[in-house]
């Protein structure tokens, strides 16, 4: 009896990553994306804002995270919720001013968080001073070479310059009407016609932006996300691509279009990394650079680049033991190729949130955003299998994002009446994308209370369904079970394994199909999350830790872990690495 209490759960063991000793904390840390609009609203005006953030920080810091990336809340008319900035130096009167700013700053780093803030280098609003002057000036100008304008083909020069697409959808050009009242040159946009990218090709552009991030950096922030980090510098020569220009889906042989992730953007990063390094306290750049390779994705975090990059490839994985098993293994060995942490994340303010993604008969797609038309998901299972998703990710070495609200299990808003959609990508596809609103919808507090208390009015620039007054924090916090006190218990527990430092292994579990299940091992911990099948049974010799749904024992003492569930277990005494045996 003994002997089989005694014996290891595993047949095989491979080893895929060393633990590290490296003390750097965005090695490690676990980092909370709040996304400013929705998060708490202190004036009643239906916008969260500055103040309301600091004063619902202990909130991030009872949970248990380490780090907070904030949204833009730079000056803007709002046309892409703040990725339409208009200065960089300044704060939207929407979100407060220059010394909420500091107030929020001083708040977070009182509360031992640090804070990162975006950098929208891409383009700027068309309401920035430099657009505006660049429309003023001549074709040729000085003003307007800090922006892509050019020449338009065929006749009176009426056809774009070349037939790239936006990713909000429609032309990626603009025609300007010139000073003289003349049909004039087209300025090239990415995105929204008010979001003219920048020529990044112009000194200009990369001392300004050197000056902003001193701006921030001189105010104490503790780094930067880098929005649309692969596609400052466009192609030579802006030849026409038929792929589908998009944020995910590159073309059919794999490139993501002369738009995106050309050699040009490394060296802007390497420039920004050294005026990083002149601060002290370790301050950081995270790349938001969507390119469906790893190995593409691991460049933007070489030695004197960036320090992270977010694992776009890690999020798109569906739900698919033998995917999840690989994208892990893969995601560990690129960024260990350039000695980088792997950033891991599920959720942000761009895609469906994955409590709704994973709920989908195709489980894990990513729709560009849900009507109440659209095949809606399964609100159970998705919570089921995302609190499983979510548990495997905190268990996995290097850094972790979470999007504000997935620790209350928050899902997309399926339901918004399309009059209350706000995303220009709604716009622009003509209806044909939901866009993200769904996932944008402001926080739920307490579940009495205006707007459930993120507003003190009531007000929400989106409306909240009625499903979110069971999400709200003040019914699950203390509630065991609850989506809440998992991520707590969750981040308690990876900090005091250690886990974001942790080795990996892939472990063979005896009886278990691997296409049903991902077995893994970090340090002592089994880490076992169960896809499809049957049960997974795990010896009576195993300690649970936690896991992110009820696990029962049989009569022979075994761990039952059903379909949908992720656990953190210790394997019996003896099966443990030798440091914790001589602990134990
Ligand atoms: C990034 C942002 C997204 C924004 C886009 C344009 O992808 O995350 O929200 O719309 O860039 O700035």
Same mark, same amino acid.
């Given at each position: 009896?003994?002997?089989?209490?005694?014996?290891?759960?595993?047949?095989?063991?491979?080893?895929?990553?060393?633990?590290?000793?490296?003390?750097?904390?965005?090695?490690?840390?676990?980092?909370?994306?709040?996304?400013?609009?929705?998060?708490?609203?202190?004036?009643?005006?239906?916008?969260?804002?500055?103040?309301?953030?600091?004063?619902?920080?202990?909130?991030?810091?009872?949970?248990?995270?380490?780090?907070?990336?904030?949204?833009?809340?730079?000056?803007?008319?709002?046309?892409?919720?703040?990725?339409?900035?208009?200065?960089?130096?300044? &704060? =939207?009167? !929407?979100?407060?001013?220059?010394? /909420?700013?500091? +107030?929020?700053?001083? @708040? %977070?780093? #009182?509360?031992?968080?640090?804070?990162? &803030? =975006?950098? !929208?280098?891409?383009?700027?609003? /068309?309401?920035? +001073?430099?657009?505006? @002057? %660049?429309? #003023?000036?001549?074709?040729?100008?000085?003003?307007?070479?800090?922006?892509?304008?050019?020449?338009?083909?065929? +006749?009176?020069?009426?056809?774009?310059?070349?037939?790239?697409?936006?990713?909000?959808?429609?032309?990626?050009?603009?025609?300007?009407?010139?000073?003289?009242?003349?049909?004039?040159?087209?300025?090239?946009?990415?995105?929204?016609?008010?979001?003219?990218?920048?020529?990044?090709?112009?000194?200009?552009?990369?001392?300004?932006?050197?000056?902003?991030?001193?701006?921030?950096?001189?105010?104490?922030?503790?780094?930067?996300?880098?929005?649309?980090?692969?596609?400052?510098?466009?192609?030579?020569?802006?030849?026409?691509?038929?792929?589908?220009?998009?944020?995910?889906?590159?073309?059919?042989?794999?490139?993501?279009?002369?738009?995106?992730?050309?050699?040009?953007?490394?060296?802007?990063?390497?420039?920004?990394?050294?005026?990083?390094?002149?601060?002290?306290?370790?301050?950081?750049?995270?790349?938001?650079?969507?390119?469906?390779?790893?190995?593409?994705?691991?460049?933007?975090?070489?030695?004197?680049?960036?320090?992270?990059?977010?694992?776009?490839?890690?999020?798109?994985?569906?739900?698919?033991?033998?995917?999840?098993?690989?994208?892990?293994?893969?995601?560990?060995?690129?960024?260990?190729?350039?000695?980088?942490?792997?950033?891991?994340?599920?959720?942000?303010?761009?895609?469906?949130?994955?409590?709704?993604?994973?709920?989908?008969?195709?489980?894990?797609?990513?729709?560009?955003?849900?009507?109440?038309?659209?095949?809606?998901?399964?609100?159970?299972?998705?919570?089921?299998?995302?609190?499983?998703?979510?548990?495997?990710?905190?268990?996995?070495?290097?850094?972790?994002?979470?999007?504000?609200?997935?620790?209350?299990?928050?899902?997309?808003?399926?339901?918004?009446?399309?009059?209350?959609?706000?995303?220009?990508?709604?716009?622009?596809?003509?209806?044909?994308?939901?866009?993200?609103?769904?996932?944008?919808?402001?926080?739920?507090?307490?579940?009495?209370?205006?707007?459930?208390?993120?507003?003190?009015?009531?007000?929400?620039?989106?409306?909240?369904?009625?499903?979110?007054?069971?999400?709200?924090?003040?019914?699950?916090?203390?509630?065991?079970?609850?989506?809440?006190?998992?991520?707590?218990?969750?981040?308690?527990?990876?900090?005091?394994?250690?886990?974001?430092?942790?080795?990996?292994?892939?472990?063979?579990?005896?009886?278990?199909?691997?296409?049903?299940?991902?077995?893994?091992?970090?340090?002592?911990?089994?880490?076992?999350?169960?896809?499809?099948?049957?049960?997974?049974?795990?010896?009576?010799?195993?300690?649970?830790?936690?896991?992110?749904?009820?696990?029962?024992?049989?009569?022979?003492?075994?761990?039952?872990?059903?379909?949908?569930?992720?656990?953190?277990?210790?394997?019996?005494?003896?099966?443990?690495?030798?440091?914790?045996?001589?602990?134990?």
């Amino acid at each position: 009896m003994d002997a089989l209490l005694d014996s290891p759960p595993w047949t095989s063991l491979f080893p895929v990553h060393p633990a590290t000793t490296d003390a750097q904390w965005w090695r490690t840390a676990v980092v909370y994306q709040v996304y400013p609009r929705s998060f708490a609203d202190s004036d009643g005006d239906g916008v969260g804002d500055l103040p309301g953030i600091t004063a619902r920080l202990d909130h991030l810091a009872a949970l248990g995270v380490d780090a907070v990336w904030l949204s833009p809340f730079y000056t803007s008319p709002q046309v892409d919720a703040g990725y339409d900035v208009a200065d960089h130096r300044d &704060v =939207d009167p !929407v979100f407060g001013t220059l010394a /909420d700013f500091d +107030a929020m700053l001083a @708040r %977070a780093h #009182a509360l031992g968080l640090r804070v990162i &803030v =975006d950098v !929208v280098p891409n383009h700027t609003s /068309d309401e920035h +001073a430099w657009f505006r @002057r %660049a429309l #003023a000036a001549p074709a040729g100008s000085a003003e307007r070479a800090r922006y892509v304008f050019r020449d338009g083909r065929g +006749a009176q020069g009426a056809e774009p310059p070349n037939n790239w697409r936006s990713i909000f959808g429609g032309p990626a050009w603009t025609r300007v009407a010139e000073p003289d009242g003349t049909q004039g040159q087209w300025y090239l946009h990415l995105f929204d016609a008010r979001q003219p990218d920048l020529d990044w090709t112009n000194p200009e552009v990369r001392g300004e932006f050197e000056e902003v991030l001193r701006f921030w950096l001189d105010r104490g922030v503790d780094g930067f996300r880098v929005d649309v980090a692969h596609g400052l510098v466009k192609a030579d020569g802006l030849p026409d691509w038929d792929g589908t220009t998009a944020m995910v889906e590159g073309g059919a042989d794999g490139t993501t279009g002369p738009m995106f992730d050309q050699e040009g953007v490394h060296e802007i990063y390497r420039s920004w990394r050294a005026v990083l390094d002149a601060y002290p306290g370790d301050r950081v750049l995270v790349a938001e650079a969507w390119l469906d390779s790893l190995s593409r994705t691991a460049r933007y975090v070489r030695p004197g680049e960036m320090h992270q990059a977010f694992n776009f490839a890690y999020l798109t994985t569906p739900w698919d033991a033998d995917r999840n098993r690989q994208v892990v293994v893969d995601s560990l060995a690129a960024s260990d190729a350039v000695g980088a942490p792997t950033t891991w994340v599920l959720s942000n303010h761009d895609v469906v949130r994955h409590t709704s993604r994973l709920g989908l008969a195709d489980a894990g797609s990513l729709p560009k955003g849900i009507r109440a038309l659209d095949e809606q998901p399964d609100a159970e299972l998705g919570l089921r299998r995302a609190r499983a998703a979510t548990l495997q990710m905190l268990a996995l070495p290097g850094v972790a994002y979470l999007y504000q609200g997935e620790e209350l299990g928050l899902p997309e808003d399926t339901a918004m009446p399309d009059e209350a959609r706000q995303d220009p990508a709604w716009f622009r596809s003509g209806g044909l994308e939901a866009g993200r609103d769904g996932c944008r919808v402001p926080l739920p507090w307490s579940a009495d209370g205006p707007a459930h208390g993120f507003s003190p009015t009531g007000r929400s620039w989106l409306p909240q369904p009625p499903s979110f007054a069971r999400h709200a924090l003040d019914v699950q916090r203390g509630v065991p079970g609850s989506t809440y006190e998992l991520y707590r218990r969750a981040l308690a527990l990876r900090r005091h394994l250690q886990l974001a430092s942790g080795s990996l292994d892939l472990v063979e579990l005896a009886g278990v199909g691997t296409s049903d299940a991902v077995a893994l091992r970090n340090r002592d911990v089994l880490v076992v999350t169960v896809h499809r099948g049957a049960p997974v049974l795990l010896p009576a010799g195993c300690d649970l830790l936690i896991a992110s749904d009820d696990v029962a024992r049989d009569e022979a003492g075994s761990l039952v872990l059903e379909p949908g569930t992720t656990a953190w277990v210790l394997p019996p005494r003896a099966a443990r690495l030798p440091h914790a045996r001589t602990t134990g």
